[in-house]
Nanobody, 122 residues
């Protein structure tokens, strides 16, 4: 199970930190990802962290977002800085019980959170 928190309304240029609490599987043996869906658009892969700790980012967020995990607390976080209107979306936390790989769509992941809304607006 995955439960996200931390979304909300923020002004352009601001920051938000999303958190995802995981249960029911081994976090350290999984690929943990963040995927977002903007209004009227399809799913967009944002970032992930693989079993070995390597992190990857979409070009649209590289240098602004940082993904991290706390294995002891069973949480994954997405720190989002310098937010802009194009970052407005529902953000989903997702998990795949494998050590490596790139996954985008809901049916590719084993676990999918309920989503948290991020709105960037002045």
């Amino acid at each position: 199970q995955l439960v996200e928190s931390g979304g909300g309304l923020v002004q352009p240029g601001g920051s938000l930190r999303l958190s995802c609490a995981a249960s029911g599987f081994t976090l350290s043996w999984s690929v943990m990802g963040w995927v977002r869906q903007a209004p009227g658009k399809g799913l967009e892969w944002v970032s992930d962290i693989v079993s070995g700790g390597t992190t990857r980012y979409a070009d649209s967020v590289k240098g602004r977002f940082t993904i991290s995990r706390d294995i002891a607390k069973r949480t994954v976080a997405l720190q989002m800085n310098r937010l802009n209107a194009e970052d407005t979306a529902v953000y989903y936390c997702a998990a795949k019980s494998t050590t490596f790989g790139h996954f985008v769509f809901r049916n590719e992941y084993d676990y999918w959170g309920q989503g948290t809304q991020v709105t960037v607006s002045s």
